[in-house]
């Protein structure tokens, strides 16, 4: 059975600090790995993700696969109130179906 | 562009009763999906449409029908609700995959919250 678990599942950390987000998974005919943040309605696109070791970068926002251990790491740096949401990391698979982790509920506190 | 929306954004059924949630997107994407998300449990896939006039199963499909008759419209109904299906329903759609720049990024519509009584 194909699984995506994210860690942790929910943490509470204070402006100005570095997280680090954790996805593993096993899933059968992997294609890609995306990341989405979601605040109050529709999940929003952070990066895909499809070759080991290559970073992908976007303002504070970093993330990297690695697929021979089967996970991806998503980094904030200097997180600001603004980053409170939860991040859904999900795989995509050959047959374009996504099978999506539980979320990490971040909250930021001034 | 409106992207993706849905209709209603919220709704209240008793037991039993039935209803159809709409989803529409004007990006010309062949493939559509819903997905059902509850607390602790991420998203999760109830059907999903690879092209207008084709449907299949998702995870978790049962309690629910769809259709897409058009390419742009795809619907999801419960034919009699049960308290089990309280969830928030999103609807995404994605482009055809390959060539150069593929990409498994969906886009999400904003999300219908149902409760059932």
């Known amino acids: 059975e194909d699984k995506v678990v994210q860690s942790p599942l929910s943490l509470v950390v204070h402006e100005g600090d570095t997280v680090t987000l954790n996805c593993s998974y096993e899933?059968?005919?992997?294609?890609?790995l995306l990341w989405y943040k979601q605040e109050k309605k529709a999940p929003t696109f952070l990066f895909m993700l499809t070759s080991s070791g290559i970073e992908k970068k976007s303002g504070r926002l970093s993330s990297i696969l690695d697929k021979k251990e089967l996970f991806s790491i998503l980094n904030i740096t200097a997180t600001q109130t603004g980053d409170s949401a939860i991040y859904l990391c999900a795989v995509g698979r050959y047959g374009n179906k996504l099978v999506f982790g539980a979320g990490t509920i971040l909250r930021v506190k001034s | 562009n409106a992207g993706v929306t849905q209709t209603p954004k919220f709704r209240v059924l008793k037991t039993g009763q039935s209803m159809t949630l709409l989803c529409a997107q004007d990006m010309n994407h062949e493939y559509m999906y819903w997905y059902r998300q509850d607390p602790g449990m991420g998203l999760r896939l109830i059907h999903y449409?690879?092209?207008?006039?084709?449907?299949a199963k998702g995870e978790v499909p049962d309690g629910y029908n769809v259709s897409r008759l058009k390419k742009q419209n795809f619907l999801l109904g419960l034919e009699s609700a049960a308290p089990s299906q309280t969830s928030v329903y999103f609807c995404a759609s994605g482009r055809f995959p390959g060539g150069q720049g593929w990409q498994d990024e969906q886009f999400f519509g904003p999300g219908t919250r149902l409760t059932v009584l």
């Open positions: 899933v059968t005919n992997f294609r890609s």
């Open positions: 449409s690879v092209g207008e006039g084709t449907t």
